[in-house]
């Protein structure tokens, strides 16, 4: 019985024991809130520590971080700079560099810099569809600048509108069709225009009735041969000869001395570069000499100093009020401000050569810079919203887009000039303006 009640004992100590420290347990848990306690969302002390080493979503960032600077603003162009029509390209190039560089210095558009995307498309219809494609597939663009040919301008505006891509600056033979293209803008005078200059010129300034034609077999050629025939027709006269030839042939000599064989007054020309200059120093060479009437590109470098100044002397062009002058009309001063930047781009203490083609895609690309800002955003559709409602006084011409009409320059602001006499990169306006 002893043993037993040393057992019961024993184990009574032992349950005790257990009760107790259990006890204990549970006491020193109740310090903590429980998981249905309001208290337990609150964080602990180091938890409120972690949080409070994270800004908040309202919270403004250190005044001591530098600010992440802006992606650039990517802008296309597609240009000619290689081939025959190279020396074009190349001036379309030097306006647009020109006024990427001033943007940029000045903060560029948007707060971002801009940054020019430029592809060669060396007068290729193929090459410049690929190049459109690699813009906008590769490289994210929503503007681009070009083409310079019509016919690569063509080859491009189909998939540029179906992508929603901005084109501007196309060549003159682009079509001009904000129906078909809503998305494109030629920025510059269409063959039509160019060819109502041309002949008014020569048939109600210089009183010529014998006009032979000549053009190249490009898009552009072909398209002002037409319109040259339908002004004429207009003023009930035929040409006496119309020549055709591939665009960068290197004899033309069938084609002269066809025009002379007619017995033509004057030629009206639609050709370009190096082919124009053939064919001054063609007809000097086989002693026609009469006026050759014919595009600004005539003002290029490429005609003037490949044809020489004897072959030039009865050489006219068209061209516009704001970059040509007068001994009553001076350049403005926007064109002559604009002409010494570009001659100290050259390297020339005044500029030695025309500005046509450099003026307009200079003003083109102020054109695209308006219209974002104005839009607050790069998207093609909202750009060209602002584009077709436009009006914008350029270095070269005021230009005035519309739903209907993407031209841009009036018919007005066209001129004559003389391809004998140019100062600081702009022509003397020819006898009658």
Not at 60 to 84: D, V
Request: hydrophobic share 40%; charged share 20%; net charge positive.
């Amino acid at each position: 019985m002893a043993v037993s009640k040393a057992k019961y004992w024993k184990s009574f100590g032992v349950l005790f024991s257990a009760i107790v420290i259990i006890s204990l347990l549970v006491g020193c848990g109740s310090a903590s809130p429980s998981a249905s306690s309001p208290q337990s969302a609150q964080p602990s002390a180091s938890a409120k520590a972690s949080q409070a080493s994270k800004p908040v979503e309202s919270a403004k960032p250190s005044t001591s971080a530098a600010p992440a600077a802006k992606e650039p603003l990517k802008i296309g162009a597609i240009l000619t700079t290689s081939g025959p029509i190279g020396p074009t390209g190349s001036k379309q190039l030097d306006g647009v560099q020109v006024a990427v560089d001033e943007i940029n210095a000045a903060g560029g558009i948007l707060g971002r810099q801009v940054q020019l995307v430029l592809r060669d498309d060396a007068g290729d219809p193929t090459k410049a569809l690929t190049a459109a494609q690699e813009l906008v597939e590769k490289n994210g663009v929503s503007v681009i600048i070009g083409a310079t040919l019509g016919g690569t301008s063509g080859a491009i505006m189909p998939y540029l509108t179906e992508q929603k891509v901005v084109l501007i600056g196309t060549g003159s033979s682009a079509p001009n069709d904000p129906k078909k293209y809503p998305y494109t803008f030629l920025g510059t005078q269409v063959p039509s225009q160019q060819a109502a200059a041309l002949v008014r010129y020569a048939v109600d300034v210089m009183k010529v009735r014998k006009l032979g034609v000549i053009g190249d077999a490009s898009a552009y050629g072909k398209m002002t041969v037409g319109d040259f025939k339908k002004e004429l027709d207009a003023k009930g006269l035929q040409p006496l000869a119309v020549e055709e030839y591939p665009q960068g042939a290197p004899d033309l000599s069938v084609q002269v001395n066809n025009l002379k064989k007619a017995g033509v007054e004057a030629v009206l020309g639609a050709t370009l570069g190096t082919d124009t200059a053939r064919i001054l120093k063609t007809m000097q060479s086989v002693g026609l000499q009469v006026p050759y009437i014919s595009s600004v590109d005539s003002t290029s470098p490429a005609v003037i100093d490949g044809a020489g100044a004897d072959a030039i002397k009865l050489a006219y062009a068209y061209s516009l009020r704001r970059i040509s002058f007068s001994d009553k009309t001076p350049l403005p001063a926007k064109t002559a401000e604009f002409a010494a930047k570009l001659a100290k781009k050259l390297n020339q203490s005044s500029l030695r050569e025309s500005m046509y083609y450099a003026s307009r895609h200079y003003d083109l690309v102020y054109m695209i810079k308006q219209s974002i800002e104005k839009a607050q955003s790069a998207e093609g559709s909202k750009v060209a919203a602002q584009l077709e409602q436009m009006s914008f006084d350029g270095v070269q011409a005021r230009y005035v887009f519309t739903k209907e009409d993407r031209g841009g320059v009036s018919f007005d602001e066209v001129v004559m000039v003389k391809l004998t006499n140019m100062k600081d990169g702009a022509f003397e306006t020819a006898p009658g303006y």
